[in-house]
Nanobody, 121 residues
Framework: VQLQASGGGVVQAGESLRLSCVVP????????MDWYRQVPGGRRELVAA???????KYEDSVKDRFAISRDNAKNMVYLQMRSLKPEDTAVYYC????????????????WGQGTQVTVSS
């Protein structure tokens, strides 16, 4: 099962976008929800993560500009992006993970197509 992200678009530097991702089934079964991004030729990098208890983590370049949230009632996860910069241009993906007994995190879904975010200067 793939996760489908939506909400991308073309914006100018300084503007905002909100990305959305619907989780099939129940998000209650997902320990950690993530947003990743990838530029052409680059590696997929973790941008933000949120646990089932609401603890969050951000990549340094997006701290204070991006906010991840989850709505368990709607099985949704969001990424509010503010003060966008050209270097934020990438395809953004969402992913869900489960914390296994050994402490490792396993992906619960297949990667979807992502949503393109393009920020012009």
């Amino acid at each position: 099962v793939q996760l489908q992200a939506s909400g991308g678009g073309v914006v100018q530097a300084g503007e905002s976008l909100r990305l959305s991702c619907v989780v099939p089934g129940s998000i209650d079964n997902v320990d950690v929800m993530d947003w990743y991004r990838q530029v052409p030729g680059g590696r997929r990098e973790l941008v933000a993560a949120i646990t089932s208890l609401g603890a969050t983590k951000y990549e340094d370049s997006v701290k204070d500009r991006f906010a991840i949230s989850r709505d368990n009632a709607k099985n949704m996860v969001y990424l509010q992006m503010r003060s966008l910069k050209p270097e934020d241009t990438a395809v953004y993906y969402c992913m869900g993970e489960r914390l296994e007994a050994g402490g490792e995190l396993d992906h619960l879904f297949a990667w979807g197509q992502g949503t393109q975010v393009t920020v012009s200067s």
